[in-house]
């Protein structure tokens, strides 16, 4: 069993910047590939990044590139999403998850966040 919760959610302008952070407790944190996803009102959870279990391979959604960075701190069992360059389609409830191989498919990660709110608006 993982648990696993989300922080760092909030109100910012469009242009601003968020650090999310998801801690984890339970089994081994080094253990899991981990993944941020998003879902806003009346749409579909999407994949937003993902990051190997040591930190070395991540992999984005186009909609995100350049604009997000994932990041872990297995020492520290949380991982942490940045995000810069705001704007309102980044408006979503922010989930992080565990699993136990890299993907973008939401139904091969085992545990989930309750997620936090970010909304982008002026």
């Known amino acids: 069993q993982v648990q696993l919760v989300e922080a760092g959610g909030g109100l910012v302008q469009p242009g601003g910047s968020l650090r999310l952070s998801c801690a984890a407790s339970?089994?081994?944190?080094?253990?899991?590939?981990m993944g941020w996803f998003r879902q806003a009102p009346g749409r579909e959870r999407e994949f937003v990044a993902t990051i190997s279990m040591s930190g070395s391979t991540t992999d984005y959604a186009d909609s995100v590139k350049g604009r997000f960075t994932i990041s872990r701190d297995n020492a520290k069992n949380t991982v942490y999403l940045q995000m810069t360059s705001l704007n309102a389609e980044d408006t979503a409830v922010y989930y992080c998850?565990?699993?136990?191989?890299?993907?973008?498919?939401?139904?091969?990660?085992?545990?989930w966040g309750q997620g936090t709110q970010v909304t982008v608006s002026s």
């Open positions: 339970g089994r081994t944190f080094s253990s899991y590939d």
């Open positions: 998850a565990a699993a136990l191989s890299v993907s973008r498919a939401t139904y091969r990660y085992l545990y």
